[in-house]
């Protein structure tokens, strides 16, 4: 029986697809280390984890058997795509199954701070009635910047203007701009326009400190700042500096650059006494509406690819659709995208009088990866020739 493992507090509708897939899965609450890891993975035929476990290239090495990581979340920053393509273990994501939880977290967001609502709640809870207007503001007819227009962006654009507010947006690639956003020349003019800016820019690690004292600065007086995107794209302690000098009127921080490994450990943050400040712990796409269709949507296809070898949203193996199996059994040829592997393939099989029902190719940067469908199974002998053609890097045999 094949074998699963699931971290991190992975919906439990994960586990009961996988369960009736013919899986045994094991589950676990909080995160692993490397060496935990390690040795989590004996015996692991697919990983799923969500933003706190590093599938790092010392535990690729050390288990090179894994099939396949679900990372059920949106980001696959925390595994190394590089180590996992080379020996062949595919890695999939959620990058859709949240947008509305982390969209509706960043307008919440905004009208808090605009409203003042974190200082007007620790008045209170300090037993202070400290009833004013001041410094509060309706959102209608102010300036939302948002820096990266994709998904989230975008419908972050739709609700914001649904509301009242102008939309600019700033993105390094070209995108189309919903209902009456504009499109903002340059991160500096988004900046220095903005009443309110929302960060969603991607994890990969040219943004570290992507967010820092030159774009804090460029900011107006009086703005605020939100950041659900990724914790090492701000820099916390310039914007500590911005919010204690006034210049900015607050902040939104969901994401941080260290964080705990599971929920009852210790936070520790220097924002943490801040001034109409919300604080949260990494919950943007942590609803139960999000998390019930990323349990469903990452485990399918880790299924799929476990049954068929379907690629097709795998963010770091060649895309191939799949349709069911003409064939008695299917070969999975994964390998180094240089030429003559699939005649390779072929002469392989026909030299073994296989005859081949139906076949699929795709490519990738420095990957190839052929499916083939064959009218008998092929014996040991012939996966062995198969998995030692040049260039191979896995060989599947599926059904």
């Known amino acids: 029986m094949p074998k699963a493992l699931l971290l991190e507090n992975i919906h439990p509708l994960a586990e009961d697809a996988l369960k009736r ?11 692993l280390d490397e060496d935990g890891l390690i040795a989590a993975l004996e015996g692991v ?6 933003s706190k476990t590093n599938v790092t290239s010392r535990v690729v090495e050390a288990r090179p058997e894994l099939s396949a990581v679900g990372c059920f979340c949106i980001g696959t920053n925390q595994v190394d795509l590089r180590a996992t393509s080379s020996k062949g273990i595919a890695v999939f994501n959620a990058p859709y199954s949240n947008t509305r939880s982390v969209v509706e977290l960043v307008i919440s967001d905004v009208i808090s701070l605009m409203r003042r609502i974190p200082d007007h709640m620790r008045h209170m809870q300090d037993g202070v009635w400290d009833k004013s207007a001041s410094g509060s503001h309706e959102v209608r007819g102010k300036t939302l910047g948002i820096i990266g227009y994709g998904n989230i962006g975008s419908q972050v654009s739709v609700l914001a203007e649904a509301l009242g507010m102008s939309v600019i947006f700033y993105d390094v690639e070209e995108k189309l701009a919903m209902g009456n956003a504009r499109r903002a020349n340059s991160l500096d003019e988004l900046l220095e326009e903005a009443d309110a800016v929302t960060i969603h820019v991607d994890g990969r690690k040219e943004n570290t400190n992507f967010f820092a004292e030159p774009q ?3 900011m107006k007086t009086g703005a605020i700042l939100i950041n659900l995107s990724r914790g090492f794209v701000v820099d916390i302690e310039a914007l500590k500096a911005h919010l204690d000098s006034g210049h900015l009127s607050g902040a939104a921080i969901d994401v941080y650059p260290s964080e705990p490994k599971k929920s009852g450990d210790a936070f520790l943050s220097d924002l943490r006494e801040e001034h109409n400040i919300i604080l949260t712990p990494h919950i943007g796409g942590s609803t139960l509406e999000a998390q ?4 469903q949507f990452v485990s399918h296809r880790l299924i799929e690819y476990w049954r068929s070898g379907a690629t097709s949203l795998s963010v770091n193996m060649p895309p191939i659709n799949l349709e069911s ?4 059994s299917r070969i999975a040829h994964l390998h180094v995208n240089m030429p003559g592997v699939l005649a390779q393939v072929n002469h392989t099989l026909g030299d073994a009088d296989i005859n081949i029902s139906a076949q699929a190719l795709g490519t990738k940067g420095n990957l190839g990866y052929v499916v083939t469908d064959v009218a008998h199974a092929p014996d040991a002998d012939v996966l062995t020739q198969l998995s030692q053609l040049p260039g191979t890097i896995r060989v599947r045999l599926l059904g």
Not at 21 to 31: C, D, K, L, S
Not at 45 to 50: A, P, S, T, Y
């Open 21 to 31: 897939a013919g899986f045994e899965v094991e589950t676990q609450a909080g995160a």
């Open 45 to 50: 035929d697919l990983l799923g984890i969500r």
């Open 216 to 218: 804090l600065a460029r």
């Open 292 to 295: 019930k269709a990323i349990g």
């Open 325 to 328: 199996p003409r064939g008695v």
